[in-house]
């Protein structure tokens, strides 16, 4: 049977003999056990004469974890150290998954709307985000919506040249259009000017093809974003 004054015996004091077994009684690493010395003050005892041998008391080295261990100090806790840095990566991951989702969530979709206000043309995805601009030189005509331009066939989303994508075919209609005449514009998904079509071209559905699928009668533009 074990009495009361039995189990307040402290185990009996053990001598070690290196820096292995020393760092195998903590479950650490040598270097470890090397650091808490230099930094910490680790109580051991050096060998007069050999530079490298060391010794420590067991009953002193528990005397100083418990101390240590009262302290706020995170560097003697080495179990909390490495699920820190496991939920420093699960964070960090979930961060960057975070971060993704939001960016694809911001990034505009594809052109499917568009709207004119005095002299520039927005064009928007179906969640309303803008996704390209372009300003002209003059004002669009009063009172021409896009609607209306929808109806009369001065303007259009379609893939012309089967990618995937929607070009966007559109009349530019210059508040001068009764002196200058008007133009027709095919923007990429992007914004982009791929070509233009002469002056007055006043239905897409007979110069939608011509435009983008004959280059000899289209005039080329540097591709610029807007």
Request: with cysteine.
């Amino acid at each position: 049977m074990i009495t009361a004054a039995m189990a307040a015996t402290p185990p009996p004091r053990r001598q070690l003999h290196s820096w292995k077994e020393i760092a195998h009684y903590f479950g650490v690493t040598e270097r470890t056990a090397q650091n808490w010395e230099r930094g910490h003050g680790l109580p051991v005892h050096r060998l007069p004469g050999e530079k490298s041998r060391v010794t420590a008391w067991t009953d002193e080295l528990d005397r100083w974890r418990a101390s240590a261990l009262d302290k706020p100090s995170w560097w003697v806790s080495l179990r909390f150290g490495r699920a820190s840095g496991a939920l420093a990566g699960v964070i960090l991951a979930a961060l960057v998954s975070a971060a993704a989702v939001l960016w694809l969530r911001a990034r505009p979709g594809a052109p499917v709307q568009f709207f004119q206000e005095q002299r520039t043309l927005i064009v928007k995805d179906a969640a309303g985000r803008e996704v390209w601009r372009k300003v002209f030189e003059e004002p669009f005509l009063p009172n021409i919506t896009p609607s209306d331009l929808l109806a009369r066939r001065l303007a259009a989303f379609a893939d012309l040249d089967g990618d995937g994508r929607n070009e966007l075919l559109f009349v530019y209609r210059p508040v001068s259009e009764p002196q200058r005449g008007n133009t027709l514009f095919c923007f990429s998904s992007r914004g982009r000017v791929l070509c233009t079509r002469g002056k007055n071209s006043v239905d897409i559905g007979k110069n939608c093809k011509k435009t983008v699928g004959s280059p000899g009668a289209t005039k080329r533009e540097s591709p610029r974003q807007h």
